[in-house]
Nanobody, 130 residues
Framework: QVHLVESGGGLVQAGGSLRLSCAAS????????MGWFRQAPGKEREFVAA????????YYADSVKGRFTISRDNAENTVYLQMNSLKPEDTAVYYC???????????????????????WGQGTQVTVSS
């Protein structure tokens, strides 16, 4: 059974940086596109960043563009989210997710949707103090 385990969250001051990791079990990690989402208290889960299986394309929410970077290491079955210039509004639980089985063509048009993912990690808390 495949699992996703996030790590790297914590408490940081505004302007600081964190690097989240998402380790996947299973041998087919490299075949799937991956995404990061976040959920703040009282708010819906929202898209943050996504990366295709080959890492040839990355996508970002407007709110994090230029500050966050998604990457992956298929040899290590891990996807990363480097977060710089953090703001208090970035405070949330961050989740990584594995895409459902779909072509890259379809994924490129639906990467921001929750329904495009069928496996989720347990989440890691990121708190940014002002």
């Amino acid at each position: 059974q495949v699992h996703l385990v996030e790590s790297g969250g914590g408490l940081v001051q505004a302007g600081g940086s964190l690097r989240l990791s998402c380790a996947a079990s299973g041998r087919t990690f490299s075949s799937y596109c991956m995404g990061w989402f976040r959920q703040a208290p009282g708010k819906e889960r929202e898209f943050v960043a996504a990366i295709t299986w080959s890492a040839d394309s990355t996508y970002y929410a407007d709110s994090v563009k230029g500050r966050f970077t998604i990457s992956r290491d298929n040899a290590e079955n891990t996807v990363y989210l480097q977060m710089n210039s953090l703001k208090p509004e970035d405070t949330a639980v961050y989740y990584c997710a594995r895409s459902s089985a779909m072509s890259t063509y379809v994924y490129r048009r639906n990467y921001h949707q929750l329904a495009s993912y069928d496996l989720w990690g347990q989440g890691t808390q990121v708190t940014v103090s002002s």
